[in-house]
C-alpha cells in the first residue's frame, strides 16, 4: 500500500477521454462505504459530468479550480451538518477514498476545496456550488473532487520526501 501511495499525486490536467461507467460506479461505490462518525454517513455527492455545470463550478472560488472544467467528472462532496457533527471529517475521508479508488483504477483525481473559500466577489464558495447545482440550503459543501485520465505525469514521491521529524512516539 505506501508504494502505491507514493504514486498518488493531483492531477490536474485530463485526456479528452470519458470515464467508464463502470469505474465510476466503483470509485462512487468506495464512497459509500467510507468510513463515517457513528456510522452515520452524513454525506451525499452530486456527480457532475455537464461541460457548463463543470464550468460554473471551476468558478465557485477564486483560484485554485479551473481545472474543475476539463476534468471529465466532478463529485460534490457534501452533508448534511444536522446529521453529524463531524461532518468535515466524514467527507474528508469519502473524498480521499475516492481519490485513492481513482488512482487504484489508473484514473488521476484532485480535490478542490470549497468550505471556507470564497469567490473574487467575496462570495462563499459554498453558497455559490449550492446555487449553481441547486443543493438544498441545509446541506454543506466540503470540497469537489475533479477525476479523468492523466494528461500529466509526475513523479512518485519517494524515502526522502518523507519528514520522519514529524512523528513523535508517547508524547511530543
Given at each position: 500500500?505506501?508504494?502505491?501511495?507514493?504514486?498518488?499525486?493531483?492531477?490536474?490536467?485530463?485526456?479528452?477521454?470519458?470515464?467508464?461507467?463502470?469505474?465510476?460506479?466503483?470509485?462512487?461505490?468506495?464512497?459509500?462505504?467510507?468510513?463515517?462518525s457513528r456510522g452515520?454517513?452524513s454525506w451525499e455527492?452530486?456527480?457532475?459530468?455537464?461541460?457548463?455545470?463543470?464550468?460554473?463550478?471551476?468558478?465557485?472560488?477564486?483560484?485554485?479550480?479551473?481545472?474543475?472544467?476539463?476534468?471529465?467528472?466532478?463529485?460534490?462532496?457534501?452533508?448534511?451538518?444536522?446529521?453529524?457533527?463531524?461532518?468535515?471529517?466524514?467527507?474528508?475521508?469519502?473524498?480521499?477514498?475516492?481519490?485513492?479508488?481513482?488512482?487504484?483504477?489508473?484514473?488521476?483525481?484532485?480535490?478542490?476545496?470549497?468550505?471556507?473559500?470564497?469567490?473574487?466577489?467575496?462570495?462563499?464558495?459554498?453558497?455559490?456550488?449550492?446555487?449553481?447545482?441547486?443543493?438544498?440550503?441545509?446541506?454543506?459543501?466540503?470540497?469537489?473532487?475533479?477525476?479523468?485520465?492523466?494528461?500529466?505525469e509526475k513523479d512518485?514521491?519517494?524515502?526522502?520526501?518523507?519528514?520522519?521529524?514529524?512523528?513523535?512516539?508517547?508524547?511530543?
Open positions: 500500500m505506501l508504494e502505491k501511495l507514493k504514486t498518488y499525486r493531483s492531477i490536474r490536467k485530463y485526456e479528452e477521454k470519458p470515464v467508464d461507467d463502470e469505474v465510476l460506479k466503483t470509485l462512487l461505490g468506495a464512497a459509500l462505504l467510507a468510513p463515517s452515520l454517513r455527492f452530486v456527480v457532475v459530468t455537464d461541460p457548463d455545470l463543470k464550468n460554473k463550478l471551476s468558478k465557485a472560488k477564486i483560484g485554485g479550480g479551473g481545472f474543475l472544467k476539463d476534468a471529465p467528472v466532478v463529485v460534490v462532496v457534501m452533508a448534511d451538518p444536522a446529521v453529524s457533527d463531524v461532518w468535515v471529517e466524514d467527507c474528508s475521508i469519502a473524498a480521499y477514498t475516492i481519490q485513492l479508488c481513482a488512482r487504484d483504477q489508473g484514473l488521476g483525481s484532485c480535490w478542490a476545496q470549497i468550505r471556507l473559500r470564497k469567490d473574487g466577489d467575496g462570495v462563499d464558495a459554498e453558497e455559490n456550488v449550492r446555487q449553481i447545482l441547486q443543493i438544498p440550503a441545509k446541506y454543506s459543501v466540503d470540497s469537489i473532487i475533479a477525476i479523468g485520465h492523466p494528461a500529466e512518485p514521491y519517494t524515502q526522502t520526501d518523507m519528514d520522519w521529524t514529524k512523528i513523535h512516539y508517547n508524547s511530543y
